[in-house]
């Protein structure tokens, strides 16, 4: 099987300090520095965004299976997609992840599935065999 994981870091916090803020603003090769960062994270964002299969809500989710949701036939799985937390419909379209079979909505586990490579309730990894 193939398995993913996407690493995922932290910004850092604002302590409130308004005194960093300004000894940082002095300084334009800073913040020249962490502007690169950003447009370098979003030219990354953006490329995998335009990785995925036309009409697709994410390149994991993609290569996932997409089931109606049959309440009798998924008795014993969650009822709600734990992204959104809405009830799921009957014959709604759901995908279930591998391993620890938590469901969700595509559209809602697209984002978190593409960004960290877990599963967005239990953080396990997600193994597409």
């Known amino acids: ?3 993913l ?3 995922w870091e932290m910004p850092p916090e604002d302590d409130g300090d308004d005194d960093n803020a300004n000894a940082n603003a002095g ?3 800073n913040n020249n520095q962490a502007d690169d960062g950003a447009e370098a994270t979003e030219a990354k ?3 995998s965004a335009t990785a995925a299969p036309s009409g697709s809500c994410g390149t994991i989710v993609a290569r996932m299976p997409r089931v109606p949701y049959d309440r009798d036939l998924h008795q014993g ?3 709600m997609c734990a992204v959104c937390t809405c009830e799921l419909e009957p014959a709604e379209d759901i995908v279930i992840v591998p391993g620890c ?3 969700f909505h595509p559209e809602c586990l697209a984002p978190w599935a593409d ?3 877990t599963c967005a ?3 396990q990894v997600i193994i597409l065999e």
Do not use: F, P, T
């Open 45 to 47: 964002a953006s490329d």
């Open 1 to 3: 099987g193939l398995a």
């Open 27 to 29: 300084g334009d090769e």
């Open 77 to 79: 799985l969650d009822e």
């Open 115 to 117: 960004e960290r490579g």
């Open 5 to 7: 994981r996407a690493v």
């Open 101 to 103: 079979d938590h469901v």
């Open 121 to 123: 309730k239990c953080l």
